[in-house]
């Protein structure tokens, strides 16, 4: 009998983190360039404890989440600072914590202080640092991340270089969310953050936006599993539990 609590209470725990994970994804379904998780293996964990060491039970990791980087839909907007990523391109941002992270996200806009950041409010980072607009002039975004300024007050306007967008290939990156949503080398390779861009070159397209790549009736079939199987375990360890007090008044009338 304890053997058989323990593995069905050790089942519905291990999906825990795998709701949570699929209610996180699902939430974020409308999200610009939100990437999915991928699902992560569980691992044979040891319960210690009194009695013998025979309880053993699969368990997830809940601090590690891989990011999926498969495309999502795009969507034309026309606005010349909406920007999809291609490939595995991420776009490098500045952190809470001041260290560099990434995103898949593009609808970039100029702050009130002139600088160039995220819809969600961080900074975007170019190669030389946070990237600062002039005021009044028109922005422009290339495939290649230059990002271009030009004054309309002007008769025949040659557009200034103002900043190189900080681009990186990921395909050779295992990425990470992060507690505030960017992401991160799983393995720090540099001390502020940044990784070692892969072969192909950062690319982006302007004019669009990438919409996350979750499939929502995928996630709610996931779901509805993942909830009918918990229900399953909660009704073995409750049968069980039956089982174990019908056998203790059966030992105590003898």
């Not at 999502?72 to 595995?88: E, H």
């Not at 776009?91 to 002139?114: E, Y």
């Amino acid at each position: 009998m304890d053997r058989l609590v323990y593995t069905s209470l050790g089942a519905a725990t291990s999906q825990e983190f795998n709701r949570i994970q699929l209610t996180s994804d699902l939430a974020n379904v409308s999200t610009t360039g939100y990437k999915r998780s991928s699902s992560n293996t569980p691992v044979t964990g040891e319960l210690r404890g009194p009695g013998f060491p025979t309880r053993f039970q699969p368990m997830i990791p809940s601090d590690v989440e891989v990011v999926d980087l498969s495309p999502g839909s795009l969507v034309a907007t026309g606005n010349p600072l909406d920007l999809a990523m291609q490939d595995a391109t991420v776009l490098a941002v500045q952190a809470a914590d001041g260290n560099l992270a990434f995103t898949r996200r593009g609808d970039l806009r100029v702050n009130p202080a002139g600088l160039l950041e995220t819809g969600n409010g961080f900074l975007v980072r170019g190669t030389g640092g946070p990237i600062s607009a002039p005021a009044g002039f028109q922005l422009r975004v290339t495939d290649d991340g230059g990002v271009y300024a030009t004054d309309p007050n002007v008769e025949a306007p040659v557009p200034e270089l103002i900043g190189q967008l900080l681009l990186r290939d990921a395909s050779g990156t295992r990425l990470i969310r992060r507690v505030d949503g960017l992401y991160e080398p799983a393995v720090q390779q540099q001390a502020n953050g940044d990784f070692t861009s892969g072969p192909a070159p950062g690319r982006v397209s302007s004019g669009a936006l990438e919409g996350s790549n979750i499939n929502p009736i995928e996630v709610m079939v996931t779901l509805l599993d993942l909830y009918r199987s918990f229900e399953t375990q909660m009704k073995i360890i409750k049968n069980t539990e039956e089982i174990d007090r019908d056998g203790s008044r059966l030992m105590s009338l003898n």
